[in-house]
């Protein structure tokens, strides 16, 4: 079966640091753009972060800019979303999503589900004291 699994949410208080994992099981994640998007309470899903296929070059929404760190271990057939300076905003349910096609320059972040071949189900993130 094709499909990709977040894992790694949890309650967490201000200020702490998640890593958020995305393994896919039935193809390998190596030459897959990979993003991660995030749905808010009440809010539509919007783009967080991206990584190319092919290499390592990532993309990120200029509001997570310097806190959310994406990365892959193709040993691992993985993708992760760091997280650190957790804030109630930050709260949500986190997806990530693949896609083989090939992009020019950096990924883009277009949270369509369309733009995607697959979706994980998602993982919730809650952030309180």
């Not at 040993?75 to 693949?98: H, M, S, W």
């Amino acid at each position: 079966q094709l499909q990709l699994v977040e894992s790694g949410g949890g309650l967490v208080h201000p200020g702490g640091s998640l890593r958020l994992s995305c393994v896919a099981s039935g193809f390998s994640l190596e030459y897959y753009r990979v993003g991660w998007f995030r749905q808010a309470p009440g809010k539509e899903r919007e783009g967080l972060s991206c990584i190319r296929g092919f290499d390592t070059r990532t993309n990120s929404a200029d509001a997570v800019k310097g806190r959310f760190t994406i990365s892959r271990d193709h040993a691992k057939n993985t993708v992760y979303l760091q997280i650190r300076g957790l804030t109630p905003e930050d709260t949500g349910v986190y997806f990530c999503a693949a896609d083989p096609s090939i992009v020019p320059g950096v990924c883009t972040l277009e949270a369509d589900e369309g733009r995607w071949r697959f979706w994980g189900q998602g993982t919730q993130v809650t952030i309180q004291d």
